[in-house]
């Protein structure tokens, strides 16, 4: 079985997470390509020797998906609470 492509609920905001995905991993060290965001998570599954790949990858444990999806979503998820806690400072 494929697996499909997860969507935001906002489909509108899928640039701004892309972008925001770009920066948060640029500020990490990673190489980012802008016009293929989801590129990064095969440099960080090399990293963690995760044998990532496109297109199919239904033999990965959950722990090896886990390893490369929580490092970049975790990362963004600090990255909006950084931004939220200064935005409730200014006001």
């Known amino acids: 079985m494929a697996r499909r492509k997860r969507r935001p609920l906002v489909p509108e905001s899928r640039g701004a997470l892309d972008q925001l995905k770009n920066q948060v991993m640029a500020n990490q060290g990673y190489h980012v390509d802008r ?6 998570k095969y440099e960080i599954a090399g990293e963690a020797g995760v044998p ?17 999806g929580g490092k970049i979503g975790g990362s963004m998820v600090k990255e909006l609470i950084r931004m939220a806690q ?5 006001q």
Not at 86 to 90: A, I, N, P, Y
């Open 52 to 68: 990532l790949k496109q297109g199919y990858n239904g033999t990965l444990t959950s722990k090896q998906a886990g390893t490369v």
């Open 35 to 40: 016009k293929n965001p989801d590129a990064v």
């Open 86 to 90: 200064e935005r409730m400072k200014e």
